[in-house]
């Protein structure tokens, strides 16, 4: 019996950003693989990063879900032995994208963004961050 491959670090990140878009659209993955003539089943692989998303495919998934390409690659994991050199400052940490990709921090950021006033945002902000500090002792 052959050992399953593990998912390419790219692969698995790109398909979270995909997941994440699409739920911020509050897309399922049917309609999502519907759109794209595939199976939901299809696209679940593709958000696990069990399969590579190829090309044309992730051209076509940006545009249904109203994002440039490069949105899949914000944050993506530094691959050892490539240089970054001349590409633009350094990814964002993935604990970001890995807490935007769960349910809990896609409701809190869409509940934050909601919140027009710029000072009760400051003020929600400030108390996190004691509760954080708090917490650590």
């Known amino acids: 019996m052959m050992a399953k491959k593990a998912p390419n670090p790219t692969d698995k990140h790109v398909g979270a950003r995909v997941r994440m878009r ?3 659209l509050g897309m399922s993955q049917e309609k999502l693989g519907d759109a794209l003539g595939l199976t939901f089943q299809q696209v679940q692989k593709y958000e696990k990063g069990a399969n590579r ?4 495919r992730l051209q076509q998934i940006a545009h249904i879900l109203q994002v440039p390409v490069s949105f899949f690659f914000e944050g993506a ?3 050892p032995g490539q240089s970054h050199e001349g590409f633009g400052e350094a990814p964002s940490p993935a604990y970001v994208s890995d807490f935007l990709a769960t349910s809990d921090g896609l409701a809190l950021t869409k509940a934050f963004m909601g919140i027009k006033d710029a000072k009760l945002r400051r003020r929600i902000v400030d ?10 002792r």
């Open 127 to 136: 108390l996190v961050e004691q509760i954080a500090a708090v917490d650590k």
């Open 77 to 79: 994991p530094h691959i």
């Open 22 to 24: 699409r739920m911020m």
């Open 53 to 56: 998303i190829g090309a044309s």
